[in-house]
C-alpha cells in the first residue's frame, strides 16, 4: 500500500539529491529516459556476440563511454544473485569513462530501471571501489514500454538518484560497476515473468552522470522514509504490522541506529557500516494500529543525531485470491492434436494436485479442454474428473474456449457458453461465472449474453499486446465493475491484466521472497479510496498450453504461517468475486460499451476464410430453423443432431481466437504453420458443408410435402418477415420461371453459361416470413431479358442516380433523389468502392505491428486501384447493372458489379478481387467516401449498435472497429449505411496506421471496409493470394435507423434458400399437406423483433426460440405457429433453463420484450400436420 508517509516523504530524497546539483551539466548517458529497455541489448553476449550466457562471467558487459554501443554492448536485463536460471551468481556490469581533469564539485548518478521480475534487487554501487546500495521504490506504470510490461501486472518503474562527491573520481579513467543483489539470495530456480530469464533482475531504462562543478557536497545530510506496509504477523499478543524505514547516508556509518517511536512503545535497530553511502533499510514489528498514528524517528549516526515526525497510516488487510489456471490456445504453441493431450494432462496433473493438497483447486479455461478429456480417458478417470467438479476442486467455466467476440452472431455467442454450461447443471456444480483470456478486449454485447445465460461474473484476463485496453484505460484498476449490455442487463466484471499473473509476480512455483517483493507493487492498483475490498484476484499460474507444474502451491501455505495479512487464498472466480462485491455494496462503477475489438483485425489475414465464416454462421440459423420445422412438418423425421453439433463446433472454433501457429508470420512455410492453418481453414470449409447438408436435406424434405411436381423450384425464408431479394441458382437450357403466386414470368439476369445451363439471378418477390415460395420451371425459348447499354456511365432508378468512374473502377457519384443530395465526397483522395492497397510497415518495430509508447508510427502508402474499364451497362426488368474491371498493386484483377434494383433504396455491390501472395506488410481496403466533414458514426453489435465517440470503453480499440449487421454515418439531415456482407471489419475516416488513439476524434465521413491485413507477428496469416468477393449494401435516408438497418443486414448476409424439386425427388406428384404456392409456417407480430433461432430444446422437452429485439423499444410479442400446437410455453435464460411460465392461447405465445433483450422461449406441445389456406 503507498501510504501517506511514502508519499510524503519521497520529496526528502530528491531533495537530499538535488539541493546542490541545480546547475548540472550532463557528463554521459546510456540509453533513452523512455520507460523502455528496447535500446539495450537483449539474447546477444554484450562482450563477444553470439548467444548471450548468463551463467558465464566473460558475459558480463563492460560498457565503454564514447566507444560502446547501447544496442550491443549494454544489456537490457541484469539477473539478480539469487537467479538460479542465470548461474546463481552476481553479475557486475561496468561502466568505464574518463575524466580529462580534476574532478571536482558534485555528482550525480541517475539509473532508471524497469520492474516487472517476480523479484525487486536492490541495486549495488562501486564507483572506483566506493561500495554503497539503494532500493528499487516501484510505481506502477503503464506506458508500454517493453513489450513484457503489456503481459505484466505488476510493470513498474523505479528512478535511483543520488549525489556522490568529487573525491569518489579520478583524473582519467574511472569505473562505476552495478550489481542487482538479492536479499535472500539463496538459489531461486522458479521460472519468472515472460520474455525473462529467471525470477529476478533488474531491466535498465537508462542511467546518466551529470557534475555540478561548483556544488558543495553535504556528507552529513540524511533522508528517511517510512512505510507502513501492508504485511502483519501473527503473535500471541495479536497482530504486528512491518514498518520499512528507509535511511539514506551519504558516508560511512562507524555507529548508527534507528529509533521508530509510535504511540507508547519505541523500537530500535543498528544501522550498517559495511556501505559508504546509499540507503539502510530496517524492517521495526510494531503492534497492529487502527488509524493514523504520528510517530518519531530518531536517527543517531556517530555523535549526531536527527529526529523526524511523521503520521503513518496503517495498511490494509488484504485477501488474496489465488486462482490457478492455465490458459488454452487451440493450437497456437503446438499442433491441436498434442495441445488436446497436454490440456488433458493438464486435468490429470490437476487431479493429483488435488488428491495431495486439500486446499487446492483449478480452473479450466474452457470446456474444450473438458471434451478432449472425456474423449479419450478412462471411464475411472472421467469419473474421478466429474467428482472433482462436483466438489468445486476443479471448476469447468460454461464457455468453450476464447472467442474473437467481435465476429459471431449472438446465437454463436450463446451457443459458445452451452456445453460447458450443461455439463456443470448435470453435475449439479455451481456455474456462476465465464472468463476469456488472452484475447484484450470483447464486443459490448457480451455482458447481455452472459447476463442472458443465467451468469453473475465475468473476468476477463487481458493480454495487452497488441490490445492495450487496460494499458489504456486501467479497467483492472476499475475493478469490479458491472458491465452493461445494451439491454440494461449488467455482468459484475473482473479486469485482470494478464492471464498467468501468479507466475509473473511470485514466479512458479511460487517463492516467499517474489511474493514479498510483488504484492505490495501489484496492490497499488487497489489502493484507492473508493477500493471498498480487502479482496482481490491473481489470476492464472501459468501460461498456455503447457505441463502443469506439480508445485502450484509453492510456498503459499508457508506464507501463511508467517503472514497473516496479506492472507493467500486458493480459490475460483466465483468465489472471490462474490466475497469481493460483498464488500463492495453499491460502490461498484457501471460502465457501458463495446471494447472496440482488437485482435479481431487479424481475421482479415484470412480474408476468404473469414468471408466464408460469417457465411455460415447466419446460414447455420436458417439451416437449424428449416431443420426445426421439417420435423414438425413431418412427424417422421428428427433433427440430425448429429450434424448440427458438429455444425455448432466448427462455428465455435471459426471464432476461437487462434487462427495460426506462433511462427505463422516468421516462417509461414512451417509445417506448424500449414498444418494448423490448415486445420483452422477446414473448420470453416466444413462448416460450410454441414450448412449445405442440413439445408439441403430439410429443404427437400419439406419439398416433399409440397404438393408441387419436379420441375418446381421452392424459395425458402428463414426470416420472419416477408422479403425480396435476389437468388442466385442454375436453370438449365430451354427453361424458364414462372411465379407460381402471380402466374407471370420472372425475368432475370444469366451471370455465366455452362454447357447444359445457365447460372442466374432474378429477384425472389414477396416470399412469406419463416416460410416458402414455389416458382415452375417449364420448358420456354425464353425471351432475353437483358440488354447492353452502349455509351452511357450512369445508373439510375427512381431513388438514386449512379456515376461511374471507369479509370479507377469504381463510382464517382451517387445522388439521392429523395433527399436531394449528393452522397459521395467529391474532394476525397479515393473513389466510391475503391479498391485500395496500402504498402510500408515493413521496417520495425512499427507502432501498427507492435504497440508500445517507444516506437514509430510508420509511413505508409495507400494505392488507389487504376487502369479501369467500364466493360459492361445492362439494363434488366427488374435492375439496372454496371461491371467494371481495374487492378491495383499485387492485385492483377478487381471486377464490380454495380446493381441497382428498381423498386428499392439500396444499391449492391459485388466486387471480385485477384491477388498475388506477398509476406511484405500490406493493408487492403474498399473506400466509401461519404460527403461528411465531421461524421457521426455508428456500427452494429450483436443485439445493439454503438456510437464510437461516446460508447466505448476506456481503453477499448478506436483504430477499428468490428461489424454485425451495418456501419452507418450521418450529418446535417444525411445518413448513409453500408452493409458489410463478407468482410466484418472497418475503419472510420481513415485507414488503419497504428496511432492507438485514445479517443475518437472528429472524422471524415469514410467508411473503410478493411478486408485484409498482416499486420501482426504471430498467429495469424502471413500472406494471401486467390480470389476473394466482397460483397456490399448500400442505403440512404434522412438520419439512421437502426431497426431498418438490422432487417436490412440480416436480410443481406441471411440469404434465401432454394431447392429445385426434380424427376429423382418425387415417383409421382401427390397431394401435400402443404400450400403448393406459398407458405408460412412461424407468425411474429413485431417488425422490431428478429427470429434468431428455432430449435429442439436440449433436453428434448419441447422447442426453443430465441428472439433479439432490434426497434430499441419495448413492445408485446405475440407469435403463432401453423405446425405446433403450443400447449405451454416458458421464459428461459438462454441456457434453456426455464425462468417463468407465459400465457398461450390457441396456437400462440405472447411475451413481452425489452429494449435490445435477447429473450428465448420454450415451448411445448405436440407437433400438428399444417392445414392448406
Given at each position: 500500500m503507498l501510504s501517506k508517509a511514502r508519499l510524503s516523504l519521497l520529496p526528502c530524497f530528491i531533495t537530499l539529491c538535488w539541493s546542490f546539483g541545480l546547475a548540472s551539466t550532463p557528463l554521459w548517458q546510456i540509453g533513452k529516459f523512455d520507460k523502455s529497455s528496447r535500446e539495450f541489448a537483449a539474447g546477444v553476449s554484450p562482450t563477444r556476440g553470439g548467444p548471450l550466457d548468463y551463467s558465464n562471467p566473460a558475459d558480463d558487459p563492460v560498457y565503454v563511454v564514447g566507444k560502446s554501443e547501447p544496442g550491443k554492448n549494454w544489456l537490457a536485463f541484469q539477473p539478480g544473485t539469487s537467479n538460479g536460471k542465470a548461474g546463481h551468481r552476481a553479475h557486475p556490469f561496468t561502466i568505464e569513462f574518463t575524466l580529462a581533469g580534476q574532478p571536482r564539485g558534485v555528482y550525480t548518478f541517475t539509473a532508471a530501471l524497469l520492474a516487472y521480475s517476480p523479484r525487486i534487487p536492490r541495486l549495488d554501487v562501486s564507483i572506483n571501489g566506493h561500495h554503497g546500495w539503494f532500493y528499487q521504490h516501484p510505481e506502477l506504470n503503464y506506458d508500454a514500454g517493453d513489450l513484457g510490461s503489456v503481459f505484466c501486472p505488476r510493470y513498474s518503474t523505479a528512478m535511483i538518484t543520488f549525489d556522490f562527491p568529487a573525491v569518489f573520481l579520478n583524473e582519467g579513467e574511472n569505473q562505476i560497476v552495478l550489481t542487482a543483489i538479492d536479499q535472500p539470495d539463496a538459489r531461486d530456480d522458479s521460472e519468472g515473468a515472460v520474455m525473462v530469464v529467471g525470477n529476478s533482475g533488474i531491466h535498465y531504462d537508462a542511467l546518466k552522470l551529470e557534475q555540478n562543478p561548483s556544488g558543495k557536497f553535504q556528507p552529513a545530510e540524511i533522508g528517511v522514509e517510512a512505510v507502513p506496509t501492508i504485511f502483519y504477523k501473527p503473535t500471541n499478543g495479536g497482530l504486528t504490522e512491518i514498518i520499512a524505514v528507509d535511511v539514506r547516508l551519504n558516508e560511512r556509518v562507524k555507529y548508527g541506529r534507528v529509533t521508530l517511536a509510535i504511540g507508547e512503545e519505541k523500537f530500535t535497530e543498528p544501522l550498517s557500516s559495511d556501505a559508504e553511502f546509499g540507503e539502510q533499510r530496517i524492517n521495526f514489528e510494531v503492534p497492529e494500529f487502527a488509524a493514523e498514528t504520528a510517530a518519531e524517528i530518531n536517527v543517531q549516526l556517530d555523535r549526531q543525531t536527527r529526529n523526524f515526525e511523521r503520521m503513518l497510516a496503517p495498511g490494509r488487510k488484504w485477501n488474496i485470491f489465488v486462482v490457478p489456471h492455465e490458459h488454452l490456445d487451440i493450437g497456437y504453441s503446438d499442433y491441436q492434436g498434442k495441445v488436446a493431450e497436454v490440456q488433458s494432462r493438464v486435468i490429470d496433473e490437476a487431479m493429483d494436485i488435488a488428491r495431495k493438497q486439500p486446499d487446492f483447486r483449478f480452473s479450466l479455461d474452457g470446456y474444450w479442454s473438458v471434451e478432449e478429456f472425456l474423449a479419450n480417458r478412462s471411464q475411472q478417470d472421467q469419473e474421478a474428473f466429474r467428482q472433482f467438479v462436483r466438489q468445486g476442486r476443479l471448476v469447468v467455466p460454461p464457455q468453450y474456449a476464447s472467442l474473437l467476440t467481435g465476429l459471431p452472431t449472438v446465437e454463436t455467442l450463446i451457443r459458445s457458453l452451452y456445453a460447458g454450461g450443461h455439463f456443470n447443471r448435470e453435475l449439479g456444480s455451481r456455474v456462476d461465472y465465464a472468463n476469456i483470456s488472452d484475447v484484450p478486449s470483447q464486443s459490448g454485447s457480451y455482458p447481455s449474453v452472459l447476463a442472458a445465460a443465467g451468469l453473475k461474473y465475468f473476468l476477463h484476463a487481458?493480454?495487452?499486446?497488441?490490445?492495450?485496453?487496460?494499458?489504456?484505460?486501467?479497467?483492472?484498476?476499475?475493478?469490479?465493475?458491472?458491465?452493461?449490455?445494451p439491454d440494461g442487463q449488467r455482468i459484475l466484471t473482473w479486469s485482470s491484466l494478464s492471464y498467468h499473473q501468479s507466475r509473473i509476480m511470485f514466479g512458479l512455483p511460487p517463492k516467499l521472497p517474489a511474493i514479498r517483493d510483488s504484492l505490495p507493487i501489484f496492490l497499488q492498483s487497489y489502493a484507492r479510496p473508493d477500493y471498498k475490498s480487502d479482496g482481490v484476484i491473481v489470476f492464472g499460474t501459468q501460461w498456455e498450453n503447457t505441463d502443469l507444474n506439480p508445485d502450484q502451491m509453492g510456498d503459499f501455505p508457508e506464507w501463511n504461517k508467517l503472514y497473516a495479512f496479506p492472507k493467500i487464498h486458493i480459490s475460483d472466480v466465483g468465489e472471490a468475486m462474490e466475497y469481493i462485491a460483498k464488500q463492495m455494496g453499491d460502490s461498484i462503477p457501471v460502465l457501458r460499451g463495446d471494447g472496440g475489438?482488437?485482435?479481431?483485425?487479424?481475421?482479415?489475414?484470412?480474408?476468404?476464410?473469414?468471408?466464408?465464416?460469417?457465411?455460415?454462421?447466419?446460414?447455420?440459423?436458417?439451416?437449424?430453423?428449416?431443420?426445426?420445422?421439417?420435423?414438425?412438418?413431418?412427424?417422421?423425421?428428427?433433427?440430425e443432431q448429429g450434424a448440427l453439433d458438429e455444425l455448432w463446433k466448427n462455428l465455435l472454433m471459426s471464432d476461437e481466437h487462434t487462427w495460426e501457429a506462433d511462427r505463422g508470420i516468421s516462417d509461414p512455410q512451417s509445417q506448424t504453420s500449414i498444418l494448423q492453418r490448415d486445420v483452422k481453414e477446414a473448420r470453416v470449409t466444413d462448416a460450410r458443408r454441414l450448412v449445405n447438408h442440413i439445408l439441403q436435406r430439410n429443404a427437400s424434405a419439406l419439398a416433399d410435402f409440397i404438393p408441387n411436381p419436379?420441375?418446381?423450384l421452392i424459395v425458402f425464408n428463414s426470416l420472419n418477415w416477408q422479403r425480396s431479394n435476389f437468388v442466385e441458382t442454375d436453370l438449365d437450357n430451354g427453361l424458364e420461371i414462372v411465379d407460381l403466386a402471380t402466374r407471370q414470368v420472372v425475368p432475370y439476369e444469366v451471370l455465366h453459361t455452362g454447357k447444359t445451363l445457365r447460372h442466374i439471378r432474378f429477384m425472389a418477390t414477396d416470399v412469406p416470413a419463416v416460410g416458402y415460395k414455389c416458382y415452375q420451371l417449364r420448358a420456354a425459348n425464353p425471351a432475353g431479358y437483358q440488354f447492353l447499354v452502349q455509351g452511357i456511365s450512369t445508373l439510375e432508378n427512381r431513388y438514386y442516380r449512379v456515376e461511374l468512374d471507369a479509370q479507377s473502377g469504381s463510382i464517382r457519384g451517387i445522388f439521392d433523389k429523395e433527399l436531394n443530395r449528393e452522397l459521395v465526397d467529391q474532394n476525397s483522395p479515393y473513389r466510391f468502392n475503391q479498391y485500395v492497397y496500402v504498402t510500408g510497415a515493413d521496417a520495425g518495430p512499427n507502432r501498427l505491428i507492435d504497440y508500445s509508447n517507444v516506437t514509430t508510427v510508420p509511413k505508409l502508402t495507400p494505392h488507389g486501384a487504376s487502369q479501369g474499364k467500364l466493360v459492361a451497362m445492362i439494363k434488366l426488368p427488374f435492375a439496372s447493372v454496371a461491371r467494371l474491371e481495374s487492378s491495383g498493386t499485387n492485385t492483377p484483377l478487381i471486377e464490380s458489379e454495380i446493381i441497382l434494383p428498381n423498386e428499392q433504396k439500396r444499391i449492391e455491390i459485388v466486387n471480385h478481387v485477384r491477388k498475388d501472395k506477398?509476406?511484405?506488410?500490406?493493408?487492403?481496403?474498399?473506400?466509401?467516401p461519404f460527403a461528411m466533414d465531421h461524421a457521426e458514426f455508428r456500427y452494429a453489435i450483436q443485439n445493439g449498435y454503438i456510437d464510437p465517440a461516446k460508447d466505448i470503453l476506456p481503453g477499448g480499440g478506436h483504430e477499428w472497429f468490428t461489424v454485425q449487421q451495418w456501419v452507418a454515418a450521418q450529418q446535417n439531415g444525411v445518413a448513409a449505411a453500408i452493409v458489410p456482407v463478407d468482410a466484418p471489419m472497418v475503419t472510420l475516416g481513415d485507414i488503419a496506421r497504428g496511432t492507438?488513439?485514445?479517443?475518437?476524434?472528429?472524422?471524415?465521413?469514410?467508411?473503410?471496409?478493411?478486408?485484409?491485413n498482416n499486420y501482426w507477428d504471430t498467429n495469424y496469416v502471413?500472406?494471401?493470394?486467390?480470389?476473394?468477393?466482397?460483397?456490399?449494401?448500400?442505403?440512404?435516408?434522412?438520419?439512421?435507423?437502426?431497426?431498418?438497418?438490422?432487417?436490412?443486414?440480416?436480410?443481406?448476409?441471411?440469404?434465401?434458400?432454394t431447392d429445385e424439386v426434380k424427376y429423382q425427388d418425387k415417383a409421382v406428384n401427390s397431394p401435400g399437406p402443404l400450400n403448393a404456392i406459398q407458405g408460412q409456417f412461424l407468425s411474429v407480430n413485431q417488425p422490431g423483433v428478429v427470429l434468431v433461432t428455432w430449435k429442439q430444446a436440449e433436453d428434448r422437452n419441447g422447442y426453443i426460440l430465441r428472439f433479439l429485439e432490434i426497434a430499441g423499444s419495448s413492445s408485446k410479442v405475440e407469435l403463432s405457429t401453423p405446425v405446433f400446437k403450443v400447449q405451454s410455453a416458458w421464459l428461459c435464460n438462454a441456457l434453456e433453463e426455464n425462468q417463468r411460465q407465459i400465457e398461450v392461447s390457441g396456437k400462440g405465445v405472447r411475451f413481452e420484450v425489452k429494449p435490445h433483450e435477447i429473450v428465448t422461449v420454450r415451448i411445448q406441445g405436440e407437433g400438428s400436420t399444417p392445414q392448406k389456406p
Open positions: 487481458s493480454n495487452g499486446y497488441r490490445g492495450p485496453l487496460l494499458m489504456q484505460g486501467r479497467l483492472n484498476e476499475k475493478s469490479p465493475w458491472y458491465w452493461e449490455g475489438p482488437y485482435w479481431e483485425d487479424g481475421a482479415a489475414s484470412d480474408g476468404l476464410y473469414t468471408a466464408m465464416a460469417r457465411e455460415n454462421e447466419y446460414r447455420s440459423l436458417s439451416a437449424e430453423k428449416f431443420s426445426t420445422i421439417s420435423t414438425l412438418v413431418n412427424s417422421r423425421l428428427r433433427p419436379s420441375g418446381t506477398v509476406y511484405t506488410k500490406e493493408g487492403i481496403y474498399f473506400a466509401f492507438w488513439p485514445t479517443e475518437f476524434d472528429k472524422r471524415q465521413g469514410t467508411i473503410f471496409s478493411y478486408v485484409m502471413a500472406g494471401q493470394r486467390g480470389d476473394f468477393t466482397f460483397r456490399y449494401v448500400i442505403t440512404s435516408g434522412h438520419a439512421i435507423d437502426p431497426a431498418a438497418l438490422t432487417r436490412l443486414g440480416w436480410e443481406a448476409l441471411t440469404p434465401l434458400e
